[in-house]
DNA sequence: CCGCTGACCCTAG
DNA sequence: ACTAGGGCCAGCG
């Protein structure tokens, strides 16, 4: 009667917050970005932007998750060493519009917020 | 069990 | 404007 509680806790935890993850990032509309750190407090964890990268990690290759919409707080394509080629990232993005700014993406103009 | 690593972010000097 | 360091949670050797 008194156990039991803190180890379904700690499951049920790290599940629901991937599932989180492959939610938001699958919303993002074309033509928009999004970063690590908004995904994550959007989720409830102010400072784990770095799960979300794993989460993604974990995901990777599946053409449902556009993962190459989600980038750093600096607009830079961190994740794009991850991909199939470095390059397919900014292929993507640039298809769907998003502007470029020398290496970087220009988040000011494209940043999506999940809400 | 301990320690390192990672698709990051923030603060301080 | 740039560099350095700490924090965060989870996975792996």
Redesign the pocket.
């Known amino acids: 009667m008194i156990i039991i509680k803190k180890n379904m806790k ?1 499951k049920k ?2 599940d629901d ?2 599932k989180k993850v492959l939610k938001i990032v699958g919303k993002i509309p074309k033509g928009k970005v999004t ?4 995904i ?1 407090q959007a989720i409830g ?10 989460a ?5 290759g599946d053409d449902s998750l556009p ?2 919409r ?5 607009g ?1 394509l ?6 199939r080629t470095p390059e397919l ?1 900014r292929e993507l993005l640039e298809n769907e519009g998003i502007e470029f700014l020398g290496d970087k993406v220009n988040i000011k103009k494209h940043l999506w917020r999940p809400k």
């Open positions: 700690s935890s790290n917050f991937f970063t690590y750190g908004e994550a964890l102010k400072s784990s932007a770095r799960m979300v990268g794993w993604l990690n974990s995901a990777a993962c190459h989600v980038i750093n707080r600096n830079e961190t994740g794009k060493r991850h991909f990232m």
